[in-house]
């Protein structure tokens, strides 16, 4: 009935979105010999690590979906009185959660409050303030401006506004011209969409720190992790459709059929068998990358949207660390963190992968991140 073309968190879940529903005639194909895109993770003698996406926000209560798939993974232990998701203690990342490094140092936290004038913490207050205006905010409907899943934000002009201008603009307007505040808005833009402060929109870069805070008193959401960060998600959501998903398989042609009896045909190549094969079907769920789309489905390879064209996607180094021991921790200096940030740096530092295990010597494994933000993404 249904075909997924592509094995990442997007084809996984619509997976097993399907198997909830009730609809088990589906296959789901994917290129790589491994699920999850780019959440997926490795594993080394010590444990496992993320070559991706490392963690989620804990969840509020209008992010339903989410809260059913952690609940299926046993990963809540019911809700508080608002309806938000209480979350295992063992799957919240564990104190000291977070360290910036600065000359030779580093400091707890991830805004660098060493060294800070009286005027850089008078903008860093303001922005805090600014921001949680925003996560307060509600449409003349009750719709929070930034929310997650992203369907159920305001479409409120105000709110939309914000995606007109650019985050470093943004900034400007308000006089937020800390060095230090402008590093801090500028790693968390790094941080979730490998861009500048120039490339950032202003609902982009708001979206980050107003959707995690649901009271307007409220500290933003804690953070729910693992050592191999979003792979366990993909793990739990691959063993759920295991049985209908073929791994190292490339989608080659999406096409209305030409027969009766089913509306489309799939055409792909099995990489390991070096032989192709053919599929028909009622529905197509393409979760593969944009980019694709255009050379893979036939009507757009015809005239292809022109919201493909206007798409790009960013490039990251991921390099995984394995070390026999921790590194010697200097005297003054906050101790090794869940994410250890390198101010100053066009990267942004590394996560330690057994953090969560509580090991706390012995050997390692850094996770180290570089979003590559040169203009040009393939140049990068």
Not at 319 to 328: E, F, G, I, K, Q
Not at 342 to 371: I, K, N
Request: with cysteine; charged share 25%; aromatic share 12%.
């Amino acid at each position: 009935s249904v075909v997924i073309a592509g094995g990442g968190c997007a084809g996984l879940a619509a997976a097993w979105r399907l198997r909830r529903c009730g609809i088990a005639d589906f296959s789901l194909l994917e290129l790589e010999r491994d699920p999850g895109g780019t959440a997926r993770s490795g594993r080394s003698s010590v444990c496992g690590y993320p070559w991706g996406a490392h963690y989620i926000p804990a969840p509020l209560a209008e992010d339903r979906a989410l809260i059913a798939l952690l609940d299926e993974m046993d990963v809540l232990e019911g809700a508080d009185a608002r309806g938000n998701p209480i979350v295992g203690e063992q799957y919240l990342c564990r104190d000291p959660e977070e360290r910036v490094y600065h000359q030779g140092r580093w400091y707890e936290g991830l805004y660098l409050r060493a060294g800070a004038s009286a005027e850089d913490d008078r903008q860093f207050e303001a922005f805090r303030q600014e921001t949680r205006r925003w996560a307060a905010w509600r449409d003349a409907s009750g719709r929070r401006a930034f929310s997650i899943p992203i369907a159920k934000s305001s479409r409120n002009g105000e709110v939309t506004a914000l995606d007109q201008v650019t985050m470093a603009a943004w900034m400007d307007a308000r006089g937020f011209t800390s060095p230090r505040l402008r590093w801090y808005v500028e790693y968390a833009c790094r941080d979730d969409y490998g861009t500048l402060l120039e490339d950032t929109s202003a609902w982009a870069g708001l979206f980050y720190f107003c959707s995690r805070v649901g009271e307007v008193s409220d500290e933003a959401q804690p953070l729910i992790t693992w050592p191999e960060g979003n792979g366990r998600l993909v793990g739990h959501l691959y063993e759920s459709v295991r049985d209908q998903t073929r791994l190292g398989v490339a989608v080659t042609d999406i096409r209305r059929s030409t027969r009766p009896g089913r509306a489309l045909e799939v055409v792909a190549y099995d990489v390991a068998r070096d032989v192709a094969f053919g599929l028909r079907c009622d529905h197509v769920i393409f979760a593969a990358p944009r980019f694709l789309a255009p050379r893979v489905i036939a009507d757009y390879r015809a005239d292809p949207p022109s919201h493909l064209a206007a798409f790009e996607y960013g490039s990251w180094a991921v390099a995984n660390l394995h070390l026999t021991d921790r590194p010697v921790q200097r005297p003054n200096s906050f101790p090794l963190c869940w994410d250890n940030v390198l101010y100053d740096s066009p990267s942004l530092g590394y996560v330690v992968a057994t953090h969560q295990t509580e090991l706390d010597r012995g050997p390692t494994v850094f996770s180290y991140y570089y979003p590559l933000c040169d203009g040009d993404p393939s140049a990068a």
